[in-house]
């Protein structure tokens, strides 16, 4: 038995040592390393996670521990960020590092109609051990389907011979001379508009009321009309802040890289225009991890920019569909779990470090500029059926030419098919189509006559969202389309709310059945809808409940 004094000193050394993973010398010196004269500040732990797996590879147990004494936050706080995001690779004590090279294949929707599955099975045996393949969630690069990132690089015609060309590339370095071919953001973007602003030649309230007047409403998906939310923000009390979402995760769209890769220099002027506007302090650009050659091009304008005394912060995501939710990407901005918030309070009030928020939608403010300077009546007078305006469509699937298609408000989608696309592929008929991405839910070929705008689709069930076209034809079917949906949201879900965890994840199993238990998925869409803290939740049973409605044939003896 030992003595009571020696128990009470060994309690006391106990209780002199830190509890947990001790700091390893080696580790905190390679992150101080890293981080150099970077404050180190709690907001800017995910730049500082991605500096370490950039530099390494992975983020070892040993450096998370090094980073948060760094840090001086808890190893907990620290290992739940970067546990959350799909992109930071955790390499626990015993565990044996990835390889250097990933490839990404994107298994999304559009990716699986164009080959995606044969990609996946046939890459691992042809790269070898050294190249590590895995599916991925939708890259932002339909048109090109199957999409293909190689490392941080997109890979064009993505089939295994240009993805093994690739992949030498990368592996012998020569990969990082492309990046002077990489989008140059086109030469447009000549800040007259803005320079108009600040001369006082157009006043604040002139600005608002031509907005007003064009009827422009938020491009990422929930369509609020944009100088409204000028107005609420403008009313708070300063500071203000600013943040735009580039983050582009719903599966289907990609018109945002598409309109950033050649003219990026509008939508910066488009953002100091809002900026003079509404008066923001300070702007967090979220631009998504999976746009590489974007960041490159973004951190070299703003180094070029002359903003005065506006400070403009580019952020990267690091793989969370759900960031795209503008409650969730300002947790991730303030380096956090991207997990939505419950409101009130709106971000309009308390947003970004509990400051008054102005969010907005990259297209949203690419269109400022020229809106300005052609007219309000000029952008109200596009648009067919009734609608008002130009939309971004973005197409994929079984068209001839899928790509970003600028065409009216309300237009109809066989007529985008027909007049944009070039028709339907040779030997395909159109079967279904969803108008809104992932979320949007699927509509048969029969209603192929509802003009395509926000509030024109929810009758059926639908909503265009971040106008995201994806086509299918007699060779596909609206039950896969559904599974591959469905699979994505209990993917991404970000599990704080039950409806939304395990209802994902209880759908997706249960619509693996030949045939679907209709009332039990029927009550399963109802709880999450009414009881799922954001949009994730509420809108992932649309695919499923679009399928019973307009598809039974496919999913009932
Ligand atoms: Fe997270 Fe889903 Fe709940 Fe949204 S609905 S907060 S994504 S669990």
């Given amino acids: 038995m030992i003595p009571i004094a020696v128990q009470g000193a060994s309690r006391e050394r106990k209780r002199q040592r830190p509890k947990g993973r001790q700091v390893d010398a080696a580790a905190l010196q390679q992150v101080q390393a890293l981080l150099g004269e970077l404050p180190r500040r709690r907001d800017l732990l995910i730049e500082f996670l991605h500096l370490i797996q950039d530099a390494y590879g992975c983020l070892s147990a040993a450096?998370?521990?090094?980073?948060?004494?760094?840090?001086?936050l808890a190893q907990v706080e620290v290992f739940e960020v970067a546990s959350f995001y799909h992109h930071f690779d955790i390499v626990r004590e015993g565990e044996l590092s990835p390889p250097a090279l990933t490839v990404r294949v994107c298994d999304g929707l559009s990716c699986e109609m164009a080959g995606a599955g044969e990609l996946l099975a046939r890459l691992p045996a042809l790269l070898g051990r050294e190249v590590r393949v895995i599916p991925a969630p939708c890259i932002g690069r339909c048109d090109q389907a199957p999409a293909v990132l190689v490392g941080q690089r997109a890979v064009e015609?993505?089939?295994?011979?240009?993805?093994?060309?690739?992949?030498?590339?990368?592996?012998?370095?020569?990969?990082?001379?492309?990046?002077?071919?990489?989008?140059?953001?086109g030469d447009g973007g000549n800040f007259a508009v803005l320079g108009e602003c600040l001369s006082g030649m157009r006043s604040v309230e002139a600005v608002i009321g031509e907005l007003e007047a064009s009827g422009l409403r938020g491009l990422g998906g929930a369509g609020f009309p944009a100088g409204r939310k000028w107005r609420i923000v403008r009313n708070e009390p300063g500071p203000r802040l600013m943040a735009v979402n580039i983050d582009e995760g719903e599966p289907g769209t990609f018109k945002d890289r598409f309109y950033l890769e050649r003219n990026a220099r509008q939508f910066i002027e488009g953002m100091l225009i809002a900026a003079w506007a509404v008066g923001i302090d300070e702007i967090y650009v979220y631009l998504r991890d999976e746009y590489h050659d974007c960041r490159k091009l973004l951190e070299r304008e703003l180094a070029q920019?002359?903003?005065?005394?506006?400070?403009?912060?580019?952020r990267r995501g690091a793989g969370a569909y759900v960031c795209?939710?503008?409650?969730?990407?300002?947790?991730?901005?303030?380096?956090?779990?991207?997990?939505?918030?419950?409101?009130?309070?709106?971000v309009a009030q308390a947003g970004l470090f509990g400051r008054?928020?102005?969010?907005?939608?990259?297209?949203?403010?690419?269109?400022?500029?020229e809106i300005?300077?052609?007219?309000?009546?000029?952008?109200?007078?596009?648009?067919?059926?009734g609608r008002k305006g130009l939309r971004s469509f973005s197409v994929s699937g079984r068209v001839k030419q899928p790509g970003v298609k600028l065409a009216p408000a309300g237009i109809t989608v066989q007529e985008l098919i027909d007049e944009y696309c070039g028709g339907m592929q040779d030997g395909h008929r159109l079967y279904a189509y969803l108008p809104g991405g992932a979320s949007g839910g699927i509509l048969p070929a029969s209603l192929n006559n509802i003009p395509l705008d926000f509030d024109t689709l929810q009758p059926y069930g639908c909503f265009i969202g971040s106008a995201a076209i994806i086509v299918l034809s007699q060779e596909d079917s609206a039950r896969a389309a559904a599974a591959n949906m469905m699979r994505f949201f209990r993917h991404e879900s970000c599990g704080q709310c039950t409806p939304c965890r395990v209802g994902t994840a209880k759908a997706a199993e249960?619509?693996?059945?030949?045939?679907?238990?209709?009332?039990?998925l029927g009550e399963l869409s109802q709880v999450m809808r009414?009881?799922?803290?954001?949009g994730l939740g509420q809108a992932a049973p649309n695919p499923v409940d679009c399928v019973l409605k307009y598809f039974p044939h496919e999913v009932t003896r």
């Fill in 372 to 385: 300005l300077a052609k007219g309000a009546a000029w952008f109200a007078s596009h648009g067919r059926h």
């Fill in 63 to 72: 450096h998370l521990a090094a980073l948060a004494s760094e840090l001086r």
């Fill in 305 to 314: 920019l002359d903003a005065g005394a506006l400070r403009i912060h580019l």
């Fill in 510 to 520: 249960l619509i693996e059945a030949p045939v679907w238990d209709a009332v039990l």
């Fill in 530 to 534: 009414d009881a799922s803290i954001c």
């Fill in 324 to 346: 795209g939710e503008e409650s969730a990407m300002i947790e991730s901005i303030e380096g956090k779990r991207g997990m939505p918030r419950l409101r009130p309070p709106y």
């Fill in 157 to 185: 015609v993505a089939g295994c011979a240009s993805v093994s060309a690739a992949v030498a590339l990368e592996a012998s370095g020569q990969a990082v001379a492309r990046v002077g071919a990489a989008p140059t953001g």
């Fill in 356 to 369: 008054p928020t102005l969010e907005h939608n990259f297209e949203t403010l690419y269109w400022l500029p």
